[in-house]
């Protein structure tokens, strides 16, 4: 995976001729040289626009080139008027292709249309070649087939990955925010690796994003990873939650609780205590099966007593309705007592999640207090005066009159005992809602019974005002009764039984899915990356060294596993470094990431194009280092190209017998053709 630069043309067509020039590029270092003004960086960010990268140069729409390519030009003393312009750019990639560029910069054609052919058109302009039209600059370019972002990474042969958002949602990591760290211009690029990130495309860590994906970290890989599986256990837990809340629904038909059921998933299945339903009857809970066999008994002796008629039941029928009315008030006052039971446990609760609120406020407030006395603040600090720094009362530590108070608890002292209060307090209200869950059940059943009472009282009012020699009407409903609660507990429990091979899925679903998670490594990063990190670490120390950085000692820099850039004990360099050291440090980086990727599996195009590297007044012995240090690019197959203006002879000298490409301009670089 790389891209090599072969030609550039510039063409500029005007009312009193054709300018422009041509530039052909070979692999190792190679130094295009002009005086200042002259048109080095019109080439620089000539290759940019033609490479549709212009976004990475900042928001605007206006085109990224000087006004020899869109006004005017000067040919000696002469000011000439620009007609039309175009790009057009010839590159290579690691399998041999070609692919010739060609975009207008004004003229008759939209800028935003790039013609491409799939060959060395430049090299062999009689060769008939496939063409085809792509779009730069416009929403889709970089995920659409017919955008040219999506072309040029299929050519160097990346998958860009998506990324998120900082507003949710999820775009492609774009060419414009990883090519900072192979191109740099002039004019934003040297204030710190990575400077010209074009952050308005709202990509949340967009620089660490970038290197992470040029090094070819397995970090990116388990990130996603990672958030594919914290995916997969909330599906898991909402699934739980709707079975659970499936298993409530048929469980207050029969007024039933569920007992050894955890709130969260289990890994651990089958469960060593068993789940299991209980239902409240007779004023107890018992498990369902007992309550099921209890109605069935029941119901097997009824079958076997003829159904009597009402003449015959008047006795029984008198009896059981005193009883029922007996039941009734009973149950009722149950019932009523219950209820005020269940709203003094409800204000409990209301009371408790109020004083959880205000021991919060007391919490905040006190470690407010202890953040500004941390930070030497004695500002309204009366605590030495017996004043609470968070309710302004006069403290003591005893009930008894003293003639001289010793001091209050100090707030560490204080925070402490505030926490455990909150922690007391936190589980009352988990047991004050276990309370309440189970006397809201029993309330329920009571209820139900309640109603039943009053059908029975009914039926057999119904049974003593019938003809003698009808059925009795109480008997009758009490069959039908027993019956559908032996159904609709025999529903309840096959309902449970099949509910919980579905908990199981869910169990052996989430075991996987934490056994998946634990195999991640903890800091997100593989023993590849480390390995990866720790030999850009190494090239950036031996580069500073050798570039004569001194701000500090460079030993002490590291390549942050957290950023990947470089730090020190943790931090960014900042203000720590000189302006010179920090132009040395943006040169040993982005280096260092071009001769690792010659070793390593990386997403690098294995080419680096700096405009004017010598930033501020950098040593001449630091750039001579950096220019034998890049000399050695051709040794590895790669290609970095310098636009500088140091004057010539400075640079034969400085690279006296190294294999190195000078393009070398006199006057102006766009001149007549």
């Known amino acids: 995976m790389s891209l090599r630069l072969r030609q550039l043309h510039l063409r500029v067509q005007t009312g009193e001729g054709l300018f422009g020039t041509r530039i052909q590029f070979n692999d190792g270092l190679v130094l295009l040289r002009a005086d200042n ?3 080095k960086s019109t080439c620089v960010q000539a290759i940019i626009y033609a490479l549709g990268l212009e976004k990475m140069l900042g928001p605007s729409s206006t085109i990224p080139l000087p006004h020899v390519m869109t006004a005017y030009l000067n040919d000696g003393e002469k000011e000439i008027r620009v007609l039309e312009s175009e790009v057009l750019l010839e590159i290579e990639n690691h399998k041999g292709e070609s692919l010739t560029i060609q975009r207008s910069v004004i003229g008759e054609r939209d800028p935003r249309l790039v013609s491409t052919w799939e060959g060395a058109r430049l090299t062999n302009p009689n060769e008939s070649l496939p063409k085809r039209d792509f779009y730069a600059r416009d929403p889709g370019s970089a995920q659409n087939e017919s955008g040219f972002t999506r072309k040029l990474a299929e050519f160097v042969g990346w998958q860009l990955p998506m990324v998120r958002r900082f507003n949710g949602t999820e775009c492609p990591l774009y060419l414009e925010a990883v090519c900072p760290l192979f191109v740099v211009e002039q004019k934003h690029g040297w204030a710190g690796i990575q400077s010209n990130l074009p952050t308005y495309f709202g990509i949340r860590d967009m620089a660490k994003r970038c290197i992470e994906f040029v090094l070819n970290l397995d970090a990116a890989r388990l990130a996603d990873e990672r958030q594919r599986l914290e995916q997969e256990e909330t599906i898991l837990k909402n699934r739980w939650k709707n079975l659970t809340n499936a298993a409530g629904t048929y469980l207050r038909l029969v007024n039933a609780r569920l007992l050894g059921l955890p709130e969260q998933p289990s890994a651990q299945w089958p469960l060593s205590i068993i789940p299991t339903i209980e239902v409240f009857q007779d004023s107890e809970w018992i ?45 009722e006052l149950i019932a009523g007592e219950l209820l005020e039971e269940l709203q003094q446990e409800q ?27 941390s930070f030497g603040s004695n500002a309204g600090w009366h605590v030495i005066e017996h004043v609470c720094p968070t309710c302004q009362q006069q403290l003591a530590d005893t009930l008894l009159l003293q003639g001289s108070l010793e001091n209050p608890m100090s707030v560490e002292e204080n925070i402490t005992f505030v926490e455990n209060q909150i922690k007391t307090f936190k589980q009352l209200r988990e047991n004050a809602a276990s309370l309440i869950a189970r006397k809201e059940s029993e309330l329920s059943t009571y209820r139900m019974e309640i109603e039943n009472v009053r059908i029975q009282i009914r039926s057999l009012r119904q ?23 032996v159904r609709t507990l025999e529903r309840v429990i096959s309902d449970f039984t099949e509910s919980l091979e579905s908990f199981a899925e869910v169990a052996v679903a989430w075991r996987g899915v934490l056994d998946r998670k634990r195999n991640l ?113 051709k040794k590895r197959g790669q290609q970095i190209v310098f636009a500088t203006s140091e004057p010539l002879a400075n640079i034969q000298r400085m690279i006296n017998g190294l294999d190195v490409q000078i393009i070398n301009y006199t006057g102006r670089v766009i001149s007549r053709i």
């Open 287 to 331: 498990e369902v099966e007992r309550a099921l066999d209890l109605i069935k008994d029941k119901y097997f002796q009824l079958e076997q007593t003829p159904i009597v008629t009402a003449g015959e039941a008047s006795e029984s029928a008198r009896s059981q309705l005193e009883t029922a009315q007996r039941t009734l008030a009973d149950r």
């Open 37 to 39: 003004t002259m048109g």
């Open 463 to 485: 049974t003593l005002l019938a003809p003698t020699s009808s059925p009795s009407i109480e008997a009758v409903r009490l069959r039908i009764d027993i019956e559908s609660r």
């Open 347 to 373: 204000i409990q609760q209301a009371s408790t999640n109020s004083r959880l609120s205000a021991l919060g406020e007391d919490l905040r407030r006190n470690k407010d207090a202890l953040k500004l006395r």
């Open 521 to 633: 490594p903890s800091n997100g990063l593989s023993a590849g990356d480390r390995n990866k990190l720790r030999r850009l670490e190494t090239l950036l120390r031996d580069q500073l060294q050798e570039f004569g950085f001194n701000s500090l000692d460079q030993d002490t820099l590291e390549i942050s596993t957290e950023s990947y850039r470089p730090t020190r004990e943790g931090f960014d360099l900042g203000f720590d470094l000189s302006a010179s050291d920090n132009i040395r440090t943006i040169w040993a980086f982005l280096q260092g990431l071009l001769e690792l990727s010659a070793v390593q599996p990386m997403n690098h195009f294995g080419m680096l194009l700096f405009d004017e590297p010598r930033q501020q007044e950098t040593a001449e012995m630091s750039f001579e280092k950096l220019l034998v240090r890049a000399a050695t690019a």
